[in-house]
Nanobody
C-alpha cells in the first residue's frame, strides 16, 4: 500500500509564508508526477502545482510567482513553498502522486489526507 502523509499547514497572516511537505511511503517502484491540489467548501478540487520526474513544473495562474513546487523522488518527498499568501489561498491542500508499485502494474493516483491552510489576520 502507498500512503501519503502531509505536514506543514496551519494559520498564517496575509503576506506570510508556509511550506507544505508530503512524504510517500510503501512499496513504490517509481513516481511519474507529484502534485498539490486544494479545495474549499462547495468548490471542486483544483490543481495548484505539479512536478514531473524530469523536474518539469506547472502552476495554476493564481499561484504563479508565489508558490514553488519541488520533489525528491529518491526520498519520496514533495514540497510546496508558499509565499505572499492571500486569504483566497485558504483551503485544504492535498498531496497527489502518480506511482506504480511494480513494473507490470500501471501507474495509479494516490492522495494524501489533506492539510488545512488558513490565511487570515
Amino acid at each position: 500500500q502507498v500512503q501519503l502523509v502531509e505536514s506543514g499547514g496551519g494559520l498564517v497572516q496575509p503576506g506570510g509564508s508556509l511550506r507544505l511537505s508530503c512524504a510517500a511511503s510503501g512499496t513504490i517502484l517509481d513516481i511519474s508526477v507529484m502534485r498539490w491540489y486544494r479545495q474549499t467548501p462547495g468548490k471542486e478540487r483544483e490543481l495548484v502545482a505539479g512536478v514531473t520526474s524530469d523536474s518539469i513544473t506547472n502552476y495554476a495562474d493564481s499561484v504563479k510567482g508565489r508558490f514553488t513546487i519541488s520533489g525528491d523522488n529518491s526520498k519520496r518527498m514533495v514540497y510546496l513553498q508558499m509565499s505572499s499568501l492571500r486569504p483566497e489561498d485558504t483551503a485544504v491542500y492535498y498531496c497527489n502522486i502518480n506511482a506504480r508499485t511494480t513494473s507490470w502494474i500501471p501507474f495509479r493516483t494516490y492522495w494524501g489526507q489533506g492539510n488545512q491552510v488558513t490565511v487570515s489576520s
